[in-house]
């Protein structure tokens, strides 16, 4: 694979994301009052810098030591928190996300860069991320999934110039820790090395170990805390039950507007509410009620699965608009028009293994997510993010050949 250095249009790659970046997070409100996930994760941070361990102030349990979310982007925000001690946290955490952003988009640019030669290209695929309506509402909501993608990408920059390095197996450890979910991409890219170990040059036993070593060591040591905070092994988080009925009931497989989507469970029909199960107990034994719950509707709705997968599929990878909103039509045509390009690309053209390992680990890993879980565009985030460098030379090829045609037709006319 020939590699090119930043070229000279990576500057207004950047400038032009700092930018959009800054009106969206000018637009919500820098000091706004952080919603969804984004209110637990900034209060860990702020328990974290102020030296009271990691604690969730807004959960049923506000002076335990909490295992619901991974630590990885409360630990960064909380360094943001003691750098600038005078500053809103709302407003750090947003700083913090709008790096982030601008680490992925630099990335998309250099991994592009890389694949093309052309920065006409790389500067194509940054644009098709950055005017994402997903990633926008992610990084202005202070959401983990930026970070992870952050991390993630620096990974798989590594990765690519240098497979199964050291330095590539510990990003890929530290991006695990804001998302564990994507750990199966670890689990997939074991599976790939072992079947074409052989088309990997210098891919010796001694290295490869070391990479996983790394990979799975950071969410092995979350496991290890959580194990002597529960006395229960392993627990990467204590929502993994709530994420799971909340994608598994009655309601998301019989509701046409809620099919395949995610349901507060405390809006289920004859679920004990969270409220009362945190009365009655423990993190882990709310988890446990939870999963028991999505498995007990699971075997006994069997005939529900097939059209409930589907419909999780269809809301996860295609962003299919059951509700009708805008935002969900928006990114289901960009996805329709990245996919498609890809998909072209893939069978016109010939890819470095380092690459096709990568796009075929994270598609496996978004597949099991969505359909473990329920049918969310954030699941498979990662992938289309993947997918640009190989979407956008061949949309450049197609603009370049619509922008030929008309130039004929208005020379002849």
């Avoid at 700092?18 to 706004?32: H, I, K, M, P, T």
């Avoid at 807004?58 to 943001?80: A, E, K």
């Avoid at 197996?169 to 979910?181: D, H, N």
């Avoid at 061949?394 to 004929?408: D, N, Q, V």
């Amino acid at each position: 694979m020939k590699l090119n250095p930043p070229a000279k249009g990576l500057i207004p790659v950047l400038l032009i994301a700092v930018a959009v970046l800054s009106l969206a997070n000018s637009w919500v409100g820098w000091e706004r009052e952080p919603t969804y996930d984004a209110e637990f994760y900034l209060s860990f941070a702020e328990n974290l810098a102020n030296g009271n361990g990691y604690i969730n102030s807004n959960s049923f349990w506000p002076q335990s030591p909490t295992m619901d979310r991974p630590p990885g982007w409360p630990i960064l925000q909380s360094f943001g928190l003691r750098l600038l001690p005078n500053v809103s946290p709302p407003i750090v955490m947003r700083i913090l996300s709008l790096v982030c952003s601008l680490v992925v988009v630099l990335f998309v640019f250099l991994i592009t860069l890389d694949l093309s030669g052309r920065s006409s290209v790389a500067f194509l695929a940054s644009m098709l991320y950055l005017f994402n309506p997903l990633p926008l509402f992610l990084e202005v909501n202070g959401l983990s999934e930026i970070p992870f993608l952050a991390l993630w990408l620096v990974g798989v920059r590594f990765f690519l110039r240098n497979p199964f390095c050291t330095l590539s197996g510990l990003v890929f450890g530290c991006a695990m820790l804001v998302r564990p979910s994507f750990l199966f991409f670890g689990v997939f890219l074991f599976c790939f090395w072992f079947l074409k170990k052989r088309d990997f040059q210098r891919s010796h036993l001694s290295r490869v170990a070391i990479f996983f070593t790394l990979f799975f060591l950071p969410i092995f040591a979350w496991t290890l805390r959580n194990f002597n905070v529960s006395g229960h092994f392993p627990v990467l988080s204590t929502l993994s039950g709530e994420t799971l009925f909340g994608g598994n009931n009655v309601r998301t497989a019989t509701e046409f507007q809620n099919l395949g989507a995610w349901i507060f469970p405390n809006e289920i029909e004859g679920t004990i509410s969270k409220k009362e199960l945190a009365l009655r107990g423990t993190e882990i034994q709310m988890n446990k009620y939870y999963t028991e719950k999505a498995v007990e509707f699971l075997t006994s709705h069997p005939l529900w699965i097939p059209h409930l997968v589907l419909a999780k599929l269809a809301k996860g990878f295609g962003s299919f608009p059951f509700d009708g909103r805008l935002s969900d039509v928006i990114v289901a045509l960009l996805k329709l028009v990245i996919y498609s390009a890809a998909i072209m690309a893939l069978r016109s053209g010939s890819w470095p293994l380092n690459l096709l390992v990568q796009i075929k680990s994270m598609a496996l890993a978004c597949f099991v997510v969505v359909v473990v879980y329920w049918g969310s565009t954030r699941f498979v985030l990662p992938l289309d993010v993947l997918l640009l460098p190989l979407a956008a030379p061949k949309l450049m090829t197609l603009m370049e050949s619509l922008k030929r045609r008309f130039c004929l037709r208005s020379s002849l006319s």
